[in-house]
């Protein structure tokens, strides 16, 4: 799933509903950030989520980068 634009508000829980659904139907779900300008708190706590579910995410832009860099070791955090 590519997201553009914003990762906020009413468009984090499309964006889950999205990744739940392909989730639940075992798929391998990959999420890349491309020209996202804005994530919020809601936002940033789907991408979190995502990561601990086993998603991978992806960015491009010095933000999008900087952010999933520091998502990933939250999950490393969690499977000790």
């Known amino acids: ?3 553009d634009g914003h990762l906020a508000g009413e ?3 499309i964006a889950e509903a999205c990744c739940n659904e392909a989730i639940s139907l075992k ?3 990959h999420v890349f950030l491309r ?3 804005m994530v919020d708190e809601f936002g940033r706590n789907l991408l979190s989520r995502l990561v601990l579910s086993g ?3 992806h ?3 010095t933000y999008n ?3 999933v860099r520091t998502l990933k070791p939250v999950r490393d955090r ?3």
Do not use: F, N, P, R
């Open 78 to 80: 969690h499977e000790k």
């Open 55 to 57: 998603c991978h995410l």
């Open 11 to 13: 468009y984090v829980q």
């Open 65 to 67: 980068s900087y952010l």
């Open 1 to 3: 799933m590519t997201i």
């Open 27 to 29: 798929k391998q779900v």
């Open 35 to 37: 020209d996202v300008s």
């Open 59 to 61: 960015a491009s832009g």
